[in-house]
């Protein structure tokens, strides 16, 4: 009996494939049948096979005819065929050729088929059919296989608002799968008939509309509500323009449920905004709460180690040939993480070998000896590279995605968030679970005791300068992502990091995350209300009142700064 079910399994299985690949058979041999009519050199083939294609919505035909339009169809012994462009080959014109269905290259002897122009047959749209054609493609777009075409098809008709439109919509909604394309083709069609004329919408459907908007949640959907409200606001009685009380209670009702929509998304943007950037304020911090919390060292040249640290991002891209779109070579972004961590940490170490160890206990000189370092980076960085140089992302951080409607998250900035949690994990790591963390905290508390236990305080206070240096470097790999690299960059972060240090409590860490993705927040909540250097200035404002408030910061500092 087991025996039985499983051999007519096996026969439904086999008898389901064999429909479906007979099934796209035909679909296919109907296809290439309407693209044989379309490139036939009789008037009436070609105008009913024209007809045909926009009787059934023939999406697959969309690239066909585009490349119809652009008269990269030709005919090649008794066979419609697609060249794309012509290459020169020994100073002759020849034509790589292609599938007109498919695109796919047509191959032959195991290589490209490559034909001289001469031997192919123009063919292209006369004058009267070019017009159909253009108007073809507008609405086979909304049939075609790419999704990101749909997409952009169901958003334009929703601009445009011809009613003419809306049977072509109301069956692509029908065939569609994609949920968010739906939601586009459901909003461009409550948009047409929201805003059609008079005479061609009835009232009843205009209502409906703009209730569907209003659960929709349209953002192009409050604009042309707003538009209407107001227009009717304006208006004079007897007028196209004025609006019942039912349609004036509707649209204000969908109105005020779309405006509390988009405001909530507002400001999840906001927060997210600024949680990417007290991301790389925290990237930036980690580094000062080890070299200022640590070893008490005001090291003002750190936005300089952050420029390293991009600069040698830029250098990992230039070795690895990578640019978009021509050459794409993803994996130097991965390289290029701990070769900005390795570079800055070396430019740190001998800052403190050459230069900071020679000035323990003396913060304020410190402070000018660092400073100075900083301008002779930056001009150097200058003298090597120019004011400006770029830094192609790689491709799978390009983009964004979109967790709710209108609410879209890059991919860019995610990563940081991701690189910066994975940097605060890694040092709290090493801090409190390692030898070296234990040596530095060690000399931290207790340098005398430290160096009578036999520590080698001096190597000590290298490695803690170049794990401070190297996260700075790690903060400027991470802001080549969202910025433009120049010699100065680190100017626009030493000052607000500072804060953040002070402000989270010196040489915590867990102060310099809760500190820096908090000013970062409140920093994107004000520049809405306020213009950018207000923003600061009220930054600054809190930040003095909080001081005030706790001088020791959300955690006080521990070890050789915690009686100063």
Known sequence: MEYRWKSLVFFALVWQGAFTLGKAQTADEGAR?????????????????????????????????????????????????????LQTVDGKSMAPLSDPLTGVERQMDGARQVVAKSELEAVGPRRRERRLIMNLVRKLQLF????????????????????????????????????????????????????????????????????NLGTLCSARGGALLKELLEKAAKAEPGTASVLSAIQLEVYQQSLDAIESYQLRVRWLGYVFSGLSLGSVLVLMALGLSVIFGQMGVINMAH????????????????????????????????????????????????????????????????????????????????????????????????????????????????????????????????MNYTRLGLLVRATVQNRETATSLGVNTRRTDGFTFALGAGLAGVAGCA????????????????????????????????????????????????EPTFEAIWGKVLILAIVIIFIQWKPAGLFPPRGRLADV
């Not at 009787?55 to 090649?76: C, D, M, P, T, V």
């Open 144 to 211: 075609a296989s790419d999704d990101d075409v749909r997409l952009a098809a169901a958003v334009k008709m929703g601009s445009v608002r011809k009613t003419e439109v809306l049977a072509d919509l109301e069956l692509a909604l029908k065939r569609e799968a994609d949920a968010k394309i739906q939601h586009v083709m459901q909003e461009s069609r409550s948009l047409i008939q929201l805003g059609a004329p008079a005479a061609e919408v009835s009232d009843e459907i205009r209502l409906e509309a703009a209730r």
């Open 479 to 526: 802001l080549t992502l969202i910025g433009g690299v120049t010699p100065d960059m680190g100017q626009n972060y030493i000052v607000d990091s500072f804060l953040v240090v002070v402000t989270g409590g010196v040489g915590e860490l867990a102060g310099a995350v809760w500190a820096g993705l908090g000013l970062g927040v409140i920093n994107k909540l004000l």
């Open 33 to 85: 049948d309407l693209i044989t009519r379309i490139a036939s050199s009789d008037k009436e083939t070609r105008q009913r096979g024209l007809e045909a294609v926009g009787a059934n919505r023939e999406g697959r035909l969309l690239s066909f005819l585009e490349a119809f339009q652009l008269g990269q169809i030709y005919r090649f012994q008794d066979q419609v065929v697609w060249c794309p462009g």
């Open 303 to 430: 936005g300089e180690l952050m420029m390293v640290g991009a600069y040698t991002t830029y250098g990992m891209q230039w070795l690895s040939g990578h640019s978009l779109p021509d050459n794409p070579v993803n994996v130097y972004f991965i390289f290029a993480i701990p070769a900005a961590f390795f570079v800055a940490g070396c430019v740190g170490w001998l800052m403190e070998f050459l230069v900071v160890r020679h000035l323990y206990g003396r913060p304020l000189d410190t402070l000018l000896a660092t400073w100075g370092i900083g301008l002779v980076l930056i001009q150097l960085a200058r003298v090597i590279f120019g004011d400006n140089v770029g830094v192609n992302s790689p491709t799978w951080l390009v983009g964004n995605t979109e967790p709710m409607q209108d609410l879209n998250l890059p991919y860019n900035r995610l990563f940081i968030l991701g690189l910066t949690t994975s940097c605060v994990l890694a040092v709290y790591w090493v």
